[in-house]
């Protein structure tokens, strides 16, 4: 992991509102400030929907959380007619930290491409957004060995063409299509194959401190049964987690996988 602050993100997806919103990150922000460290140890950030985002602005603001708050998709645009779209000013405003981009739901419903998702990219960086940006194969591709190429192919269109400011403002997440949800975890083998892969692309395409520096996230059915056998992969520097971080107190055993290290 070297020197990289591990990154744990709980996607909530489409779930909880945001009465349900303000009761989760409070419970959340207690767990884990029950123990030092714990936000040293870990950033612990939540991707919540944009309905959500105003509420859990004013709760951790107002009690000063240690938990960090994001969004699930935002507009390549700046302001416009673009019916039900929401633009990273508005996001900014909002104190949003990071946002995901080009998640595999995204690219599968929304059709969203690899161009695209450097658009987005590049408008969430200069209003000083992090972004997760979403790659991994579906199951086809990795039944027929073509998973790193593949993956590594997406990355490059994904980050192409970026200046060391925007690079500073992504973190990669690596998502096998066919471990979300499934319960089927990518071994921590198969995960570490193609995060240091990544790493190596990032490495061939901006230089070795890029590589160095740059967060690469596992997301798929993680639990905090098995995050510190993935978290303990050299290349890999977190988790983005969906169904498990739904659940406040499971979320926070995510967060503190250093507790789980046998
Ligand atoms: P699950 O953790 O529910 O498999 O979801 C992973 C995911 O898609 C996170 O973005």
């Given at each position: 992991m070297a020197n990289r602050t591990p990154l744990m993100a709980g996607n909530?997806?489409?779930?909880?509102?945001h009465i349900e919103a303000i009761a989760t990150v409070q419970k959340l922000a207690w767990t884990l400030t029950d123990a030092k460290h714990d936000f040293e140890d870990a950033e612990a950030v939540v991707l919540v929907p944009f309905t959500d985002l105003r509420s859990v602005q004013t709760l951790v603001d107002g009690d000063k959380l240690g938990v960090k708050y994001g969004a699930q998709d935002v507009s390549k645009?700046?302001?416009?007619?673009?019916?039900g779209e929401i633009s990273v000013s508005m996001l900014a405003k909002l104190g949003v930290a990071y946002c995901a981009v080009g998640h595999s739901e995204r690219r599968e419903?929304?059709?969203?491409t690899d161009a695209l998702v450097n658009d987005k990219v590049r408008a969430l960086a200069a209003e000083g957004i992090t972004a997760i940006v979403c790659v991994g194969e579906p199951l086809e591709i990795r039944k027929a060995g073509n998973h790193v190429p593949f993956t590594v192919d997406s990355l490059k269109g994904s980050l192409a063409n970026l200046s060391p400011a925007e690079l500073a403002h992504v973190v990669v997440a690596y998502e096998p299509v066919w471990a979300i949800g499934t319960g089927e975890v990518a071994t921590p083998e198969d995960a570490q194959e193609v995060i240091g892969a990544i790493r190596e692309a990032l490495a061939k395409m901006y230089g070795p401190e890029v590589a160095a520096t740059t967060r690469v996230l596992y997301g798929g059915s993680v639990k905090s049964s098995n995050v510190a056998e993935i978290m303990a992969k050299p290349d890999i520097d977190g988790a983005l987690v969906?169904?498990?971080?739904?659940d406040p107190q499971e979320f926070a055993k995510i967060v503190r996988f250093k507790d789980h290290i046998v």
């Open positions: 909530w997806k489409m779930n909880l509102d645009h700046k302001s416009g007619a673009y019916t419903y929304h059709g969203e969906g169904g498990a971080s739904l």
